[in-house]
Every structure is written in structure tokens, then in C-alpha cells.
């Protein structure tokens, strides 16, 4: 059969893969936007046209397709005027070893699955648990940062309910402290884990949004004091929308003072674990008892590329869970199911082993670096713009803004922060994120591409401004701007 990869079609796969990599190469080279502009009913349109019930067309035809479909109107990560959400350029070495992975399709649930991969990812978890501090830690890969949080808050969980005789009665008044910038997964993991609907409390915070150490110790006095119970504090390394980073070590004084699991969720802020330069705005996370790292975010890696670490290794143990066919209890190989919250699972350690052996743990945490040294310039930048409004500061590379001229009142600026994203998006040229700070909408830039430079920035700022006058000027329908815009 030619449709199965074997060794009878070793050389129709070298000729498919080839090909497709060529396409790839060609939209490299001659892709100029992120995206091409088409709006949700065009797209829609395609895809109801293809007839998956239809005739095959062949392996050619349909990779033709996808070129055509798939690739004429993706979002293209890589080029400098993209700046919306946390999507990283993704490195060579790791672009490569998903060829490996897709060709070899190993699972490394257990062991006799995938033999050496196992050793490998233990040897990628016990690299960045050193990072982090962790002298004898552990740790698995997981799908990203949401299942990571989850994981970590299951451990807290039960933690707190070891040795309870009646965990129904418990389980209610179980609290988990964190800010209002926290993941929305520590809420999506809270319901996941049966909590209350009042289980997550939130701490004060700066004017940064990042959590006061005397804030949650106030909070976990005040948990109890109600006579609930504190499960966990979350504290951020990496705000999603202001790039902040919450005082990890005065934070940990307050969680050890109480008796409370840590769990530091630093999915953005983990390209400080190899920066030569702001290593130093993680101090403290050695205290925690679990982090949750992306890779898939600040060490350039493609999606997916995350895990959670743990300080001691037998915090892993609830998560635990045998079956005869899968690895019996009286087992003594290595089966990473034993610790993962999934049974089969990529082999994604292999893409961080292959960077680390192609670029170094130095390189990539200089090239974190200059994304952040870009993210202060064009700080500088926009704080220097008389048409836009810098809102609030980053530690990392989030740079929040609206279009405000002068005269222009805060109802109008408020309305038009939808209408400008809408308007760039519509033109393809460049993509920005909204959000709300405070209360009020903003504008975004995610800086996570080393190769952007401050021209670009200032040009996709010009986009932004270009598209608010027309809208200030009486062209409210963003199709109007998106056409200034191009």
C-alpha cells in the first residue's frame, strides 16, 4: 500500500514530504503579510465547497489543496507585523524534529513505546528543572499551559485533602488565591476540580495588576478566618496582557508562613529561565512547589511545547494510575503515564533537546532578550506619540495602547480600539490584539519575534494610526479603514 509509511514507501515519502516542503519554502519567501484578509464568510465558503463525502483525489491533489486553501490564508507567525497574541517564530532545529515526530509517531505514555524517547524527556525535565532551581525536581510535558495549571492545581488539591477522612466535606471550602491577571485556566481548573464557584479569590494587586505579597497574606488570613480552607496561591511569571511578573519571593515568605502550595504559572515569563541578561526577575520561583513552562511561547518552539515542574518529585505521585495492560504496579521500567494527566502523548521533549544541542540555552535566552529590548523601545516610542496613550508598563514584551489625538474624548478612543483592530485584520498588513486594563479597551502588541525591528513596530503603528484617523474622521465603517490600512 502506498498510503502507509513503511519501507516499501520510503522514497514516494522522501518525494511527498520534498514537495511539500518546497510549497512551504516558496510561501516563505514570497508571504508579506500575516495574513491575506479574507473575512470569516470567505473562508467559511471555502471549506463548505470541499465535499469530504466526494471522490479521493490523491495524495498530490489534496497537499495541492491545502496549499492553496490552507496556506493562501493562514496567519503567518514569522513576520514582523504580526504582533497580536503569545505565537513565537518557531527555530529551525525544532521545525526539523517535527518531521521526525510526525514520521516516527512515537508515544511516550510508557516506556516499551518509546524506548530512548523516555530517557530524553527525563533529561529535558531535569534540565529545566536545574533552570528553575529545583535541586532533585520533576516534571512531565504536557499539551500547553492550560492542562499544565491544571495538573498543578490537582496536585495542590490533593495535597490539601491528604490524610482527609471525609473529602466531600472539604472539598467546598477549598480556596485557591490568585489575581485578577491570572490565566483564565486557574478558573477553568478550579471548576474542573469540583471546587465552589467561589474557590478562586482574588488578592490585591499593584498598579501593574501584579499580586501584592501583603495582600495574599492578608487573603489567606482571611480564608481562614472564614474557616475555609487555602489550597493554592497562583502566582504569575507573565501576565497574558501586561507582561508583569509577580514578586515571586515575598510571595513564597507568605505561602511558607501559611502552610500553602505555590504554584507559580511563568507559561509566558520561561524564556527568563536562559536570558543572560533579567534571569533575576524570577527570583523566588525555586520556591515554589509546581511551574508551568511554555516553550511553545518564549523558547521558540512550535506548538505544542509545555510542561509542569515540581519541587519534589513524590508531589507527582496522585496523578498516578495502573492498568495490567498498560504499566502494572509491578512494573520497573520507566513510564512517564505514571506522572501526565494524558495516556498517549507526543514526543515534543525531542524539539527543546535538538534546539538545545543546535543553538545553546544562551542563544535562545538572547534572543528573549531582544524581544524585550523591543518591547522597552517601543515603549519609549509610544509614549513619545502625540496620537497614541501608552496604558501601563511591561516587564516582558506586551506593549498596551489606544489611538487618543488630542480632542478626541475617552468614549470615542474606547469605541475605536474594535473598530482599528478590525480594520488591520480586514487589511491583512498587520495584526494587533484588543484587551481591557482597567476597566477600559486597549490596544496590544505581543512582541515575540527577534528578527522584528523598532522600524517595524513604527510601521505597524502607522497602520494603527492611518486606520483611527479615518475612522475619527467620519469613515466609521472599518471596511473604509481597512482600506486606508492597505
Known sequence: MRELLSSRTADHYAETVHTTVDRLAARLRTTTQPYSGAPPAQLRALVDAVDLDGPAIGTPAALREVDELVLEHAVWFHLPTYAAHLNCPVVLPAVATEAVLAAVNPSVDTFDQSGIGTFVERSVVDWTARRIGFAAGDGIFTSGGTQSNLQGLLLAREHALAGVADRGAILPRLRVVASTSSHFSVQKAALLLGLATEAVVTAPVDALGRLRSDGVAATLAAIR???????????????????????????????????????????????????????????????????????????????????????DPADLAPVAWHADYLNPEDSDEPNQVDKSLQTTRRFDALKLWTTLRALGADRLGAMFDEVLDLAAAAHRWVDEDDDLVLVGRSQLSTVLFRYQPAGVPDAQADALVPQVRAALFGSGRALVAKTVVDGRPCLKLTLLNPDTTLDDVAGVLELVRAAGAALVEGDDLVADAAAVAR
Open 225 to 311: 478566618a472564614a474557616g475555609d480552607v487555602p489550597m493554592a496561591v497562583v502566582a504569575t511569571a507573565g501576565t497574558t496582557d501586561r507582561g508583569c511578573i509577580d514578586p515571586l519571593a515575598p510571595i513564597a515568605d507568605a505561602c511558607a508562613q501559611d502552610g500553602t502550595w505555590l504554584h507559580v504559572d511563568a507559561a509566558y515569563g520561561c524564556g527568563l529561565l536562559v536570558s543572560p541578561t533579567r534571569r533575576h526577575l524570577l527570583d523566588g520561583v525555586e520556591r515554589a512547589r509546581s511551574v508551568t513552562v511554555d516553550f511553545h511561547k518564549s523558547f521558540f518552539q512550535p506548538v505544542s511545547s509545555s510542561a509542569l515542574l515540581v519541587r
